[in-house]
C-alpha cells in the first residue's frame, strides 16, 4: 500500500540532508533568521537564493509555517467552520468508505479530505457555506443525474446540500471509483 502523507514527508526529512546539505532544523533556522515569512517568500528564498527543488522547498516552507504541524481532527474541523450543517454529510461519507477497511487511507488536507487506495480515488471538499461537493476519479464514465463532469484528478462531481443525498447512486458511484483505485 502506498504510504501516508506523513511517511512521505518524514521520508523527505530524512533525506534532506543528504539532498540539500542541510537538515530541517537548520533550514528552519535559515529561514527564520532570513526574515521570510508567508509560504511564497520561504519559497523564493529557498528555490531562488539556495537552489532547493520544489518539493523539498515547499516542505521546509510548510514546516516553517506550521502547516505540518495540524492534526487531522483540526484540519477537517476548520473546514467546517460556518459550515457546520455540512458536517454529518462529511460523516455520513467517512463511516461509508471506512468500511472499505484497510486499504483505505483517509488524508484531511486544510480544504479538503483524500480518500485514497493504491491512488486517490475521491475528494470531499465542503465547496460553499450550503455544498459539499463529493470529487470522484470515474474516467470513462459518461456522467448521469448527478454525476456531473469534471476535470483534473476528480474526473466527476456531485454535490450534497443534505446528507439525505448521500444514497444509494451515490455510494455506487463512490465503490466504484474505490475499486478502480485498487
Known amino acids: 500500500m502506498a504510504k501516508s502523507p506523513e511517511e512521505l514527508a518524514q521520508t523527505m526529512i530524512d533525506n534532506l540532508p543528504a539532498k540539500t546539505g542541510r537538515s530541517l532544523p537548520e533550514w528552519q533556522k535559515l529561514v527564520a533568521t532570513s526574515g521570510a515569512a508567508k509560504h511564497g517568500e520561504i519559497m523564493k528564498l529557498l528555490k531562488g537564493e539556495h537552489g532547493v527543488s520544489h518539493g523539498f522547498a515547499n516542505l521546509i516552507a510548510q514546516k ?6 495540524v492534526s487531522d481532527d483540526d ?11 455540512l458536517k454529518p454529510i462529511h460523516d455520513a461519507i467517512i463511516d461509508y468508505v471506512n468500511a472499505y477497511g484497510g486499504e483505505l487511507d ?10 485514497r487506495r493504491k491512488k486517490q480515488f475521491a475528494l470531499i471538499q465542503p465547496s460553499t457555506k450550503t455544498r459539499i461537493d463529493l470529487g470522484l476519479n470515474l474516467k470513462g464514465v459518461a456522467p ?10 476528480c474526473t466527476h462531481k456531485i454535490r450534497l446540500t443534505h446528507v439525505d443525498e448521500f444514497d444509494g447512486d451515490v455510494k455506487r458511484w463512490l465503490d466504484q471509483a474505490f475499486e478502480r483505485a485498487g
Open 64 to 69: 516553517c509555517i506550521g502547516n505540518l504541524d
Open 75 to 85: 484540519l477537517v474541523a476548520n473546514q467546517y467552520k460556518g459550515k457546520e450543517s
Open 106 to 115: 483517509v488524508s484531511p488536507k486544510k480544504t479538503s479530505v483524500s480518500l
Open 144 to 153: 448521469e443525474g448527478r454525476l456531473e463532469a469534471m476535470s483534473g484528478m
